[in-house]
């Protein structure tokens, strides 16, 4: 009561708006944990243990430690008020998953891509993705611990972004920052003013 609505919500019934938000970045960035740690509801996973069939194929490098992957994806939803309820769809992070991604995008209003300054050409296809899609997108800076940190404007220009697109960093496993990562989206894609054509044909 006496918040300042806008006409343009579908809250008009008490339902809230749901918004299609992609997390994408490479292999063992942090996507399945980003989507577990912000989700209100238990993630769905499709995580699977990492076989020896997977070896040479899935790169590990520097994510030894990492001993399951996501096959298909992660989906996860938080409410951001009354009015806002962002669906999370984790994209898969290896190359042989790519036909999934333009099943993933349709109808997303905006994406996440999770970066590892460690590995950072990792976020590149992702990048690419987006930018030729004309899905608004931020690149989220995942702080590895013991990681050395980068400023957000020397990842923006390794990446070579557009200067619009906004650069944050973000510890995945904390839901405080991931929440924040996500208003920083749902702004960016407010300011972009970017709605999907493909939106206008669902149903
Ligand atoms: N220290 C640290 N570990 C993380 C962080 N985010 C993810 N991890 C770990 O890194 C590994 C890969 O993360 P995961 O979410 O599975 O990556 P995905 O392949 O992008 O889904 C897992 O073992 C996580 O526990 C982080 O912010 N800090
Ligand atoms: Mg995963």
């Given at each position: 009561?006496?918040s ?11 339902i ?8 994408a ?70 190359d ?14 905006g ?93």
């Amino acid at each position: 009561m006496g918040s300042v609505r806008s006409e343009s919500t579908a809250d008009t019934n008490g339902i809230p708006l749901a918004v299609k938000i992609l997390v994408a970045g490479g292999f063992g960035v942090g996507k399945t944990t980003l989507v577990g740690a912000v989700s209100e509801i238990r993630p769905l996973q499709t995580e699977e243990v990492l076989t020896n069939a997977s070896i040479g194929i899935d790169d590990i490098s520097g994510v030894e430690a990492k001993s399951t992957t996501t096959v298909a994806m992660d989906f996860g939803r938080i409410s951001i008020n009354d009015e806002v309820v962002l669906y999370l769809f984790g994209t898969p992070g290896q190359d042989r998953f790519w036909f999934l991604w333009d099943e993933l995008a349709l109808g997303a209003l905006g994406a996440v891509v999770l970066a590892d300054t460690r590995r950072l050409a990792e976020c590149f296809p992702s990048v690419d993705y987006f930018e030729r899609r004309g899905t608004p997108f931020l690149v989220a800076v995942n702080c590895f611990e013991g990681q050395q940190q980068y400023s957000v404007d020397s990842v923006r220009s390794a990446i070579d972004l557009d200067t619009q697109v906004p650069v944050v960093l973000c510890d995945a496993r904390d839901r405080r920052s991931v929440k924040d990562v996500l208003i920083a989206l749902i702004e960016h894609v407010m300011s972009t003013n970017t709605i999907p054509t493909d939106l206008a044909t669902q149903g």
